[in-house]
């Protein structure tokens, strides 16, 4: 394995602060228990030429809940945060936690965009949060 070799490890930091806003912001999480794993790898993960992917949101296969203790992982393209500030991370996070959604019957899936972003997002931090 060289130098460049991707990694992607569990994250506790990028967790604390996942754990802080899902109590502050997403208290429906908690409530459905539903489990959200939080990971980083120095991936440059890009789309297209004019979208950098800063992180995402993946909903965990049954099939890997064996292996995998989460119904949900968050993982943050670190190579592509550089320079993020403290706020910036936070706001990423809860982006990302956002994508999860909660059915009437309390089954979670993937959510996604109301726009690009999310509106409580653009309410609190505007449509540019990440520049």
């Not at 228990?33 to 979208?51: D, Q, T």
Request: with cysteine; glycine share 8%; aromatic share 12%.
């Amino acid at each position: 394995m060289n130098d460049e070799a991707l990694y992607v490890t569990r994250d506790d930091e990028y967790g604390n602060v996942g754990s802080a806003i899902i109590q502050d912001k997403r208290p429906d999480i908690l409530a459905a228990g539903i489990a959200v794993g939080f990971v980083g790898s120095n991936k440059e993960k890009v789309v297209s030429r004019n979208h950098v992917v800063f992180g995402e949101c993946k909903k965990v296969d049954e099939i890997y809940k064996l292996y995998c203790p989460y119904d949900f992982l968050i993982i943050i393209y670190e190579a592509n945060c550089t320079g993020f500030t403290e706020e910036q991370m936070k706001t990423l996070i809860w982006h990302e936690l956002n994508h999860i959604g909660i059915d009437d019957k309390g089954k979670a899936y993937k959510r996604t965009h109301d726009v690009e972003e999310f509106d409580d997002i653009i309410r609190e931090y505007g449509m540019h949060w990440n520049r």
